[in-house]
């Protein structure tokens, strides 16, 4: 057999892959913690020196100087001023900028710049070292999202400092601060703009990543190998001397060997804790298989004489059960036939028919509470008594009566059984019928169609003393059938839990009207088992119908005080 992945194998995988994921949630975490703290300190470093500058600006009045595109005496004071701030301070561009025409975001000028005294040292004339009011922004030192923001700010007049990053291949990662200046009369004028250069920071960033990296992998490293020692010898070792005596064992069952020879080599563990009792249980499951090895071949045999009883019981059940066909070879006024399929090996449906005289067929339609053996000897009790009841000549409604009362008389399992029952007078054609809680019967008339007859139910057989059942007549006429049916029939379900339904059992019938009983119950049979497929059967399917040829043909009726036709 393949073997897949060890458990040592993947107790090391998931090792190094935890700590893999250690590693990286550390490293991302500490990355994120320090660029923040990074970032927050340049963020006020530059505020700070925005605001000095911004101050310079207002003792300069260098708003209106921006306003009035004028560079008077202050202006180089002024200058020499930011000159300082910038020469004092870790910043590369100190400057002031003025939008020439406010309606147009891309009119960008300079309005000033600072040097520090080592620019100033470089030998060029101040003319290409300063940069002097009314000097247009190089092309493209601006992308449009910032000039946006410059602008915005401009506009609103905004009163507190501002920020931004850009990442340009000219002058690199910034970070840019911005104030705006305002002149005499508290107009937006410009703007004062400091830039850092932070990619020194990505730089910083970059190094202390290789640093936790470098920590973390040799931590995890020596981790892991201590996990993976302890795994060996506290976890994997000892599950591997337990697979072992337990393959030993099931070699030992395979090549069926005698429950005497079927011992555990119980494995020895250092450790304690779940380990040693997982190997304790194992050992005590590997007895209770040696002792149910034992007991299985007492078991089995036992099982099998179960199995014959109840084949048997299944045998003796049909046997009770009319199972001839044609039933009266000699008797031309009626044909009947019926069938009864047990969900189980023996059912609590049955039907019955028989002559009470030459002139009587009495004909029986019941459904046991309940399933299984228990339903069938109920079933059994209830079929005699009826049986011997009707022998007696009693009337329809006076075996349904004598019945309910020899049921309830010590009825201890408080089981009941549904009838619906019926005499015909086979000279005649009269039916006389009683329902005791059973399905609706289907009756069809010669040229016509099956209907539901909706009789008035009593209350079942069995289920409470002192119940006087009523009974109605059915006149058929020579063509008529009857249908009688369980409601196995009607309620049998398909794997969507959907019924077959009254509706769809009597479009069977009528599908084929004119057939004989025999067929029409294959019919409905066939079409059950079509609409439930492969769902399990629960209950007992049972049916029954009788065709009334009579003597001869006569206006087809039907008489009844206590039911309703349904057409």
């Given amino acids: 057999m393949k073997k897949g992945m060890s458990i040592k194998t993947r107790v090391a995988l998931a090792a190094v892959i935890f700590m893999c994921i250690l590693t990286a949630a550390i490293?991302?975490?500490?990355?994120?913690?320090?660029?923040?703290?990074?970032?927050?300190?340049y963020l006020t470093y530059t505020d700070t020196v925005l605001e000095y500058a911004y101050r310079m600006s207002e003792k300069y009045s260098f708003g209106d100087m921006i306003a009035a595109r004028e560079m008077p005496e202050q202006y180089e004071l002024f200058r020499s001023e930011l000159n300082t701030v910038k020469d004092s301070s870790k910043i590369e561009y100190l400057y002031a900028v003025y939008f020439d025409d406010i309606n147009d975001m891309?009119?960008?000028?300079?309005?000033?710049?600072?040097?520090?005294?080592?620019?100033?040292?470089?030998?060029?004339?101040?003319?290409?070292?300063?940069?002097?009011?009314?000097?247009?922004?190089?092309?493209?030192?601006?992308?449009?999202?910032?000039?946006?923001?410059?602008?915005d700010a401009v506009k609103t007049g905004k009163r507190d400092t501002g920020t931004m990053t850009g990442d340009s291949d000219g002058y690199g990662y910034m970070l840019n601060g911005y104030h705006v200046v305002f002149d005499s009369n508290r107009q937006a004028a410009g703007l004062i703009c400091v830039e850092i250069d932070i990619s020194r920071i990505k730089t910083e960033l970059n190094h202390y990543l290789r640093i936790v990296i470098l920590t973390a992998s040799v931590i995890a490293v020596a981790i892991i190998l201590a996990y993976l020692f302890n795994t060996e010898y506290y976890l994997t070792g000892p599950i591997e001397k337990i697979a072992e005596s337990s393959e030993s064992f099931v070699r030992k069952m395979q090549a069926h060997a005698e429950p005497e020879e079927l011992v555990f080599d119980e494995a020895q563990i250092r450790s304690g804790g779940e380990?040693?009792?997982?190997?304790?249980?194992?050992?005590?499951?590997?007895?209770?298989?040696?002792?149910?090895?034992?007991?299985?071949?007492?078991?089995?045999?036992?099982?099998?004489?179960?199995?014959?009883?109840?084949?048997?019981?299944?045998?003796?059940?049909?046997?009770?059960?009319?199972?001839?066909?044609?039933?009266?070879?000699d008797r031309h006024e009626f044909d009947i036939f019926a069938t009864?399929?047990?969900?189980?090996?023996?059912?609590?449906?049955?039907?019955?028919?028989?002559?009470?005289?030459?002139?009587?067929?009495?004909?029986?339609?019941?459904?046991?509470?309940?399933?299984?053996?228990?339903?069938?000897?109920?079933?059994?009790?209830?079929?005699?008594?009826?049986?011997?009841?009707?022998?007696?000549g009693k009337s329809a409604s006076e075996i349904l009566t004598k019945t309910n009362e020899a049921l309830c008389s010590n009825n201890q399992v408080e089981m009941f059984v549904t009838v619906w029952l019926g005499i015909l007078e086979i000279s005649t054609g009269k039916l006389t019928c009683?329902?005791?809680?059973?399905?609706?019967p289907v009756l069809k008339q010669n040229g016509g169609d099956f209907v539901l007859y909706k009789d008035k139910h009593s209350f079942a057989v069995g289920g409470m003393e002192g119940i006087r059942y009523k009974e109605y007549t059915l006149q058929l006429q020579p063509g008529d059938l009857l249908f009688l049916y369980t409601d196995g029939v009607p309620e049998a379900e398909n794997a969507a839990h959907e019924m077959f339904t009254t509706e769809r059992m009597i479009a069977v019938l009528n599908a084929e009207p004119d057939a004989k009983p025999e067929k029409l119950l294959s019919n409905v049979r066939e079409a059950v088992s079509g609409f439930v497929q492969e769902a399990e059967q629960f209950d007992d399917l049972t049916m029954l119908c009788i065709a009334y040829h009579g003597d001869g043909p006569a206006d087809s009726s039907c008489t009844d005080s206590e039911g309703a036709r349904t057409q």
């Fill in 27 to 41: 490293a991302g975490i500490g990355y994120k913690l320090y660029r923040d703290s990074v970032m927050e300190s």
């Fill in 106 to 151: 891309h009119s960008l000028h300079y309005a000033i710049n600072a040097k520090t005294q080592a620019e100033l040292s470089s030998g060029k004339p101040l003319s290409e070292i300063y940069t002097y009011m009314g000097k247009p922004c190089e092309e493209g030192a601006f992308h449009d999202d910032a000039l946006q923001i410059l602008w």
């Fill in 275 to 329: 380990l040693r009792m997982l190997a304790d249980n194992v050992k005590s499951l590997a007895d209770s298989v040696a002792s149910y090895m034992t007991n299985l071949k007492a078991a089995t045999s036992e099982k099998e004489r179960i199995s014959t009883e109840l084949s048997l019981a299944t045998k003796i059940q049909e046997s009770m059960l009319p199972h001839i066909f044609p039933p009266y070879p």
């Fill in 340 to 392: 009864m399929e047990p969900a189980r090996e023996v059912g609590g449906d049955f039907y019955d028919f028989f002559l009470i005289d030459s002139d009587h067929l009495c004909l029986v339609m019941a459904d046991v509470s309940g399933k299984g053996i228990p339903a069938a000897l109920f079933m059994m009790i209830s079929k005699t008594i009826l049986q011997s009841c009707a022998m007696l």
């Fill in 434 to 440: 009683a329902n005791a809680g059973h399905e609706y």
